[in-house]
C-alpha cells in the first residue's frame, strides 16, 4: 500500500511539473511551444535577414567607389557585418532576432576602402521575417 501512495505520489508530482514547463506561451510567436505551462520570456516573432546588393557606389563625379563592408545595427545595438554576396538567395544574409512585437529601428553603416562612410536606416515592425537589402545608390 505505501509502494502505491508513494507512486501515486511522484506520478502526481511528474504530471504537475510538466504542467509548468517553462517556454514561449505567446501563440503568436514563431518559436510558440503549446506544451509550455509557464512562460520563461523566451518567445522570437521574427527573424531580420540583412544583405547589401551592391560593391560599388556610384559617386556624383561618375566615378565609383569600392564598398568594403556595412554595419548592421538594430536600435543601437551591433548586430554585425554584412559583405556584398552577388549569390544572395532566400534570405541568407546576416540574421537577427526580435524578441517582442515592437517597432525597430535598424541602421547601417557603409564603408568604403577609401575610408569613407555613409549612413542609412529605416523602421521595422517585427511580427514575420524579412530581409532587408542594403542599397546604396546616390
Not at 33 to 40: C, I, L, P, T
Not at 41 to 67: M, N, Q, V, W
Request: with cysteine; glycine share 8%; proline share 3%.
Amino acid at each position: 500500500m505505501k509502494f502505491l501512495l508513494l507512486a501515486v505520489a511522484v506520478a502526481a508530482i511528474c504530471i504537475l511539473a510538466a504542467c509548468k514547463q517553462p517556454g514561449c506561451t505567446d501563440s503568436s510567436a514563431y518559436n510558440w511551444e503549446s506544451s509550455a505551462g509557464k512562460d520563461d520570456g523566451s518567445c522570437k516573432f521574427s527573424r531580420l535577414y540583412f544583405y547589401t546588393t551592391d560593391s560599388l557606389y556610384p559617386d556624383a563625379g561618375g566615378t565609383y567607389e569600392a564598398i568594403d563592408y556595412v554595419e548592421v545595427r538594430v536600435d543601437n545595438q551591433y548586430v554585425g557585418q554584412v559583405h556584398y554576396n552577388p549569390s544572395f538567395v532566400n534570405c541568407t544574409g546576416l540574421e537577427f532576432v526580435l524578441d517582442d512585437g515592437e517597432i525597430h529601428e535598424w541602421a547601417a553603416t557603409v564603408f568604403f576602402v577609401n575610408t569613407e562612410t555613409l549612413e542609412t536606416s529605416g523602421d521595422i515592425e517585427a511580427g514575420s521575417d524579412q530581409c532587408i537589402g542594403i542599397s546604396v545608390t546616390p
